[in-house]
């Protein structure tokens, strides 16, 4: 049996419309990395919202309030920034996050030392150990988490999903990169494509809403191989 984590990295609309109900009829769990600042604005959801998901078993982590890359921050920036959010969570009856994710997976070992201190035990990163993995814009494959290898405060994604990143590769990710003892960690954004473009081509971290639920059944097929658990399970 090898250990698969769905992350929704922001908190967005469709991790509530898309993602729950279709974990939920599964019978999987997901993990949603919420930045304060955001929920409830946009393309975002409402801390309602993520209260239901976080009664229902679902995990609501913390993604910092403002998302910003805090590398070259002090430290009592990030502090303030996990504490935002915290302070919003405790305020909408939302269990005390356990998790983090650096936004816009920017990470040094000043920023690790914050988290660890903040009482956190474990932080989600991006591909960053991969060498092919150059544009976390467009997604790419990383490689499993192994607790052996990996700082618990550099947790690294088999995949991230966007424009170089699909069902396909997901599920050559599964078969070829997940051994036994480390766990497949997958990170979502939308689910349903924002068109974005930069020199003529679209890009973007976001995946179809049919590519999703191709994941989704896949695991729901293979569920004598894989269990699909929160991220703060495997702490
Ligand atoms: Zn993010």
Redesign the pocket.
């Known amino acids: 049996m090898k250990t698969v984590v769905l992350t929704f ?2 908190g967005l609309r469709t991790h509530y419309d898309i993602a729950y109900p279709t974990l939920s009829k599964h019978g999987f769990k997901g993990t949603i ?1 919420a ?1 304060g600042e955001r929920i409830g604005c946009r393309d975002h959801s409402e801390w309602n919202k993520l209260l239901k998901m976080d009664k229902d078993g679902f995990e609501i982590a913390n ?1 910092s309030y403002k ?1 910003v890359n805090v590398c070259n921050e002090k430290a009592e920036w990030l502090q303030w920034q996990i504490k935002e959010t915290e302070g919003l969570m405790s305020a909408a009856g939302i269990s005390p996050p356990e998790t983090f ?1 650096y ?3 920017h990470v040094n070992e000043d920023v690790k030392k914050v988290v660890d201190e903040m009482g956190y035990k474990l932080a989600r990163s991006g591909c960053e150990y991969a060498m092919e993995f150059d544009d976390f814009q467009r997604g790419g494959s990383g490689c499993a988490y192994d607790p052996d290898v990996h700082s618990p405060f550099q947790v690294p994604c088999l995949g991230v999903f966007g424009d170089e990143y699909s069902y396909v590769d997901f599920v050559v990710d599964l078969q070829t990169k997940l051994q036994d003892g480390q766990v497949g960690i997958f990170c979502f ?1 939308n689910i349903g494509i924002r068109i974005k473009e930069r020199d003529g081509k679209t890009f973007g971290v976001d995946s179809s809403v049919e590519d999703f639920m191709k994941c989704i059944e896949y695991l729901s097929q293979n569920k004598d191989k894989y269990n699909v658990v929160n991220f703060r399970d495997i702490i």
């Open positions: 990295d922001d990395f930045s993604h998302h994710c936004p816009g997976f954004h």
